[in-house]
């Protein structure tokens, strides 16, 4: 049988929580640069976190099922007793950028989870970052996107921009603030995954100390306004509505002149040194010697 936990109960149970109170009251820290991150263990959820939820549980009749058990709560997804051949058999996901807590809120909630976090890795994660000075179109026209060769080239009507597959490294581009909601602004948020094979993932410990990107830093904001239109780069360029569809076109030495051309090593936004900085602000503040009580 399958089992899924879910509901009011479950929320309650949750809500109640000590832990979690104490990371929603004490662990408070606006701007992660994560928009959701994937864990794994090869240990299953901890008995009291089993006891804790059984409450909840019912039957899963989902017809895609790829684990016994799922969770879902607005602080975390929980799905563990993988149904195909794994050695990875529990996975964790939580979006600190959302619940905006700390590194070390995450390492709380993951504690609640497991009896060892030690024994946790990274299975993938989505790197962010918000543009205020772009739209939509001017980010997608100018944005490089290395080693993708799929593209939408109908996101204007989508209002969102994909490239490359969904099962891979992709990469997505949408009006953030028309999701929000938020009138007379510009917000146009990239999001970049980066997923990590089963046998080279990184430890949650290597994770906490990281201080550079390794996703978005790969993208390359192109400042296309400094490429001559009369020349053969800058005509290849006008044909397309996206540069990546324009640089896929391209043949070997056209590529080449556009990668060591200045508005390409010179791009109007460094999308990496962005990342990076807002990355070491969230690592900069956390009550991590405030007693959970």
Request: aromatic share 10%; with cysteine.
């Amino acid at each position: 049988m399958n089992y899924l936990y879910k509901g009011d109960l479950l929320d309650r149970v949750f809500d109640s929580d000590p832990v979690i109170r104490h990371v929603m009251l004490h662990e408070h820290k606006v701007g992660c640069p994560y928009d959701g991150v994937y864990f794994c263990s090869k240990d299953y959820p901890r008995k009291s976190f089993l006891n804790q939820i059984k409450g909840s549980r019912r039957e899963n009749r989902s017809k895609n099922i790829y684990f016994r058990n799922v969770l879902i709560s607005e602080y975390f997804e929980v799905c563990w007793q993988c149904l195909n051949s794994s050695q990875w058999m529990t996975r964790v996901r939580i979006n600190p950028s959302v619940l905006e807590i700390s590194p070390h809120g995450i390492e709380l909630l993951l504690l609640m989870i497991f009896d060892n976090i030690h024994s946790v890795f990274i299975h993938s994660f989505d790197e962010k970052i918000d543009i205020t000075t772009l739209s939509l179109s001017e980010v997608v026209s100018s944005l490089h996107v290395p080693y993708s060769r799929n593209t939408n080239s109908n996101y204007l009507n989508t209002g969102t921009y994909y490239c490359g597959s969904r099962k891979g490294q992709q990469c997505k581009i949408y009006d953030k603030a028309k999701q929000m909601k938020v009138k007379n602004k510009t917000i146009t948020r990239i999001e970049k995954t980066k997923k990590y094979s089963t046998n080279s993932r990184p430890s949650l410990n290597e994770f906490m100390q990281w201080k550079d990107s390794k996703a978005i830093t790969s993208l390359v904001l192109v400042d296309v306004s400094k490429i001559d239109k009369r020349t053969a780069l800058g005509k290849k360029i006008q044909q397309h509505t996206t540069l990546q569809e324009a640089y896929n076109s391209m043949d070997k030495a056209l590529r080449r002149k556009l990668i060591r051309h200045p508005a390409y090593l010179n791009p109007s936004i460094n999308l990496g040194d962005e990342f990076n900085s807002q990355l070491i602000k969230w690592h900069t503040v956390s009550s991590k010697n405030v007693k959970v009580v």
